[in-house]
């Protein structure tokens, strides 16, 4: 692959600044109170440039979640990829998808607090991408499975896949209370991974 030439790279880092300046604003204020001009302020770039690489705030804010979509599966990858015994793989895939929802904490709980009302606002802009790139990690669990399967710790008779959206939807059902949790006694994120653990292989487990 040809070097990219500073110009591109000039082009990639600004929108990169534009992205990180949007999720801060994105965290703090929310997706309906968030305008163009609070988003170039924090970026320091004139709003005319954000026009450039974003033509609106939707466009700009299903691009942040892709992102986001795309560093979660790589960051997950990344630390499952490293292990070898399959339970323990499982056990890190569930690990680092909570763990990564801490990191992202703020932006992730405007997130799910809005997501109802965004959705309504940009109904006819959900990317592609961001669907198939759902799809392309439950498929990654799914291979995740079979080998558990085949290692005889997940009953062969159940459906890989569907097996996977159950994993992915249990996460889900654990990140989305704790992120509208704000007592001093909320439990580490992370902590509950056993927990998900727990219920997932009395369901799913071979006995």
């Keep these: 692959m040809p070097a990219m030439d500073r110009k591109e790279r000039d082009k990639q880092l600004r929108r990169t600044d534009i992205l990180k300046a949007a999720e801060r604003v994105f965290a703090t204020k929310g997706y309906h109170k968030t305008t163009i ?35 979660l599966i790589a960051t997950v990858k990344e630390k499952v990829n490293q292990i070898s015994d399959i339970k323990e793989k499982i056990r890190v895939l569930v690990e680092t ?15 799910f ?58 996460m889900n059902a654990v990140i989305m209370p704790w992120l509208r949790e704000q007592s001093l006694e909320r439990k580490e994120i992370k902590d509950l991974s056993g927990f998900i653990l727990e219920i997932f292989y009395d369901g799913v487990g071979k006995r």
């Design 37 to 71: 001009s609070d988003i170039a302020e924090e970026a320091q770039y004139a709003v005319g440039t954000l026009y450039i690489y974003f033509k609106d705030k939707p466009t700009l804010y299903l691009t942040l979640i892709e992102k986001k979509s795309k560093d």
């Design 97 to 111: 998808q909570l763990s990564y929802f801490k990191e992202n904490e703020d932006f992730f709980r405007i997130y």
């Design 113 to 170: 607090s809005e997501r109802e009302g965004v959705r309504w606002t940009i109904k006819d802009k959900i990317s592609r991408t961001a669907v198939e790139t759902f799809l392309k990690y439950i498929d990654y669990i799914a291979e995740l499975v079979k080998n558990a399967q085949l290692k005889g710790i997940i009953k062969k008779k159940l459906d890989s896949k569907q097996v996977a959206y159950i994993l992915a939807a249990m």
